[in-house]
């Protein structure tokens, strides 16, 4: 079955600290590709990155950067020197062949304090 | 367009009353999906459609939930003799393959009274 957990419901952080949003996923497939995404008080869903499961490179783009590990299962997203424009809620979300949806997590909300 | 729409942004209902809520994706994207999301929570898959087909309506969660995409494109999610339970935002995003990220639109935001 597929699932994504984000075992942290809030984190409060103050401006300029950097902050890692945990992500644990569940698949039976092999082929998958795994999503960030952010949701600002306006309420839209916005689209951060995207990684499939052949490529664990991990990137640094811009302050974002991410840690795919295949062997624990695990997404995790960093954001370096946060703002508060980064206070939002943060959804990972996977996609594999086996149901083509996009699953999401539960959210972390972030706040980020001046 | 540049980007997904959707129309109405908020709607409100009475018990009992037919809504249609309509999404627009963006131009030449194959996939569409609906999502259900309340208030505080992930979104929570409704159907997935690919070009006209709805290749996935699993996540209705009852046959009060009707979605349609005709011709491969606009895509309309009715929901008849609404409940108050069905009051949440209600999501459209497109991708252009299943190797995609998707793109999701503001949301409608179903309140029903």
């Known amino acids: 079955a597929q699932k994504v957990t984000q075992a942290q419901t809030e984190i409060s952080v103050v401006e300029k600290e950097d902050v890692t949003l945990d992500c644990v996923y569940e698949?039976?497939?092999?082929?998958?590709?795994l999503f960030w995404y952010k949701q600002p008080p306006s309420g839209e869903l916005v689209f951060l990155i995207r990684?499939?499961?052949?490529?664990?490179q991990n990137e640094i783009s811009g302050r974002y950067s991410w840690n795919f590990q295949k062997s624990t299962s695990s997404f995790n997203f960093t954001i370096t020197a946060s703002q508060v424009v980064d206070s939002a809620v943060y959804f990972c979300?996977?996609?594999?062949?086996?149901?083509?949806?996009?699953?999401f997590g539960p959210g972390t909300r972030l706040s980020v304090l001046p | 367009g540049a980007g997904v729409s959707q129309s109405p942004r908020y709607k409100v209902a009475k018990r009992g009353q037919d809504v249609a809520l309509r999404c627009d994706p963006i131009?030449?994207?194959?996939?569409l999906f609906w999502y259900q999301q309340a208030l505080g929570q992930g979104p929570e898959f409704l159907t997935y459609?690919?070009?006209?087909?709805?290749?996935?309506k699993s996540g209705l969660p009852s046959d009060r939930f009707f979605a349609e995409r005709p011709e491969g494109s606009v895509s309309t999610l009715k929901i008849q003799r609404t409940q108050q339970e069905d009051s949440a935002v209600y999501l459209c995003?497109?991708?252009?393959?299943?190797?995609?990220?998707?793109?999701f639109g503001q949301g409608t935001r179903l309140t029903v009274v």
């Open positions: 979300a996977l996609r594999d062949n086996y149901g083509q949806n996009f699953v």
């Open positions: 698949t039976r497939d092999t082929t998958y590709y």
């Open positions: 995003a497109s991708s252009l393959g299943w190797n995609t990220e998707a793109f």
């Open positions: 131009s030449g994207h194959v996939s």
């Open positions: 459609f690919q070009n006209e087909a709805q290749l996935d």
């Open positions: 990684r499939n499961s052949f490529d664990e």
